[in-house]
């Protein structure tokens, strides 16, 4: 015999309040007829709450602010640099210009800064000493 899995709504009142009507899946149902006592059947079974499936839906609301920002003069001096670089291998201009800059474009800016040194700018050497301009 095959088990199987019903549903239903299972209802209890005892008359005094605190009700029972929930969904149920019945889980295990035994009927016994004893021989002594014909006629009579002995019910039993196990119910488990049913709870249907679906999607739950939160909403998040988030509070917008105006904030408005103090702007703070650029510093004369680059604070990343104290006027020069010794190149590492495996430096770039690029590179160079993101750390003491922020921003590799303004590679150009060392590059002027040491024309005398720097003939091609894909082209330098561990050992050189570049100026970094503030």
Do not use: C
């Amino acid at each position: 015999m095959e088990a199987r899995k019903s549903s239903g709504r299972f209802i209890a009142s005892n008359g005094i309040g605190d009700d029972i009507n929930t969904l149920v899946l019945i889980e295990d149902l035994t009927v016994v007829e004893r021989a002594s006592e014909e006629g009579d059947k002995y019910v039993s079974f196990q119910l488990l709450e049913y709870r249907e499936f679906g999607k739950k839906a939160v909403v998040v609301e988030t509070p917008t602010v105006a904030v408005a920002k103090k702007e703070e003069p650029a510093p004369a001096v680059n604070p990343k640099s104290n006027g020069t670089h010794v190149v590492q291998s495996g430096d770039t201009l690029w590179a160079i210009a993101k750390k003491y800059y922020g921003d590799g474009n303004l590679y150009a800016k060392i590059v002027a800064a040491n024309k005398d040194k720097i003939k091609n700018p894909n082209l330098i050497f561990p050992g050189q000493q570049l100026v970094i301009p503030a």
